[in-house]
T-cell receptor, first 114, second 114 residues
Framework: RKEVEQDPGPFNVPEGATVAFNCTYS??????FFWYRQDCRKEPKLLMS???SGNEDGRFTAQLNRASQYISLLIRDSKLSDSATYLC???????????????FGGGTRVLVKP | NAGVTQTPKFQVLKTGQSMTLQCAQD?????MYWYRQDPGMGLRLIYY???????DKGEVPNGYNVSRLNKREFSLRLESAAPSQTSVYFC?????????????FGPGTRLTVL
């Protein structure tokens, strides 16, 4: 079983619609959670961190469910420019000085269409 | 600020050839990382350097070596390339080694081994 699992999609979304997708993680000792965005043939970039209480950044809302070990991302009022692959990223508790090691999911592809 | 830079952008090697991928960051970050990204696999950590002078293995270190030349530069070497090393390689850096710290990625090197 992969440590971080995502539905690869693609999620085909009409422009202006809402799309949501989840990511599950297997290690209950996970500390920090993030969503990264990756455009085609580009590098990943941090979209947002995910906090226990849930957090919002404009049209993007991230939530964490520790009991069920998943995080979610919701995109409201989708724009064409939201088309990308969204990577779920988890940081596990590590011994200090062992580095900030992240575990990446395989990504969920979102295609926003006119 | 150029951020994280990588060279070369593209490379084609024959089986058995060697090469070094270069990475540099100008953000005065302490930690640096090398990942590979294969379709459907997500990013996997090859090696990392928590701070200048230290390097450690990640999830998939076999067939690779690294050098943290100084605080700015972190190189990845393939001594004898194999077709299984065909991938996109990303270098990343983060300011500190804390669990919540953002990693910044370079643009990637697309490597094909024939």
């Amino acid at each position: 079983r992969k440590e971080v699992e995502q539905d690869p999609g693609p999620f085909n979304v009409p422009e202006g619609a809402t799309v949501a997708f989840n990511c599950t993680y297997s290690n209950s000792a996970s500390q920090s959670f993030f969503w990264y965005r990756q455009d085609c043939r580009k590098e990943p970039k941090l979209l947002m961190s995910v906090y226990s209480s849930g957090n919002e950044d404009g049209r993007f809302t991230a939530q964490l469910n520790r009991a069920s070990q998943y995080i979610s991302l919701l995109i409201r009022d989708s724009k064409l420019s939201d088309s990308a692959t969204y990577l779920c990223v988890v940081n596990y508790l590590m011994i200090k000085a062992a580095g900030n090691k992240l575990t990446f999911g395989g990504g969920t592809r979102v295609l926003v269409k006119p | 600020n150029a951020g994280v830079t990588q060279t070369p952008k593209f490379q084609v090697l024959k089986t058995g050839q060697s090469m070094t991928l270069q990475c540099a960051q100008d953000m005065n970050h302490n930690s640096m990382y090398w990942y590979r990204q294969d379709p459907g696999m997500g990013l996997r950590l090859i090696y990392y350097s928590a701070s200048e002078g230290t390097t450690d293995k990640g999830e998939v270190p076999n067939g690779y070596n690294v050098s943290r030349l100084n605080k700015r530069e972190f190189s990845l070497r393939l001594e004898s390339a194999a077709p299984s090393q065909t991938s996109v390689y990303f270098c990343a850096s983060s300011e500190i080694e804390g669990p919540g710290d953002t990693q910044y990625f370079g643009p990637g090197t697309r490597l094909t081994v024939l």
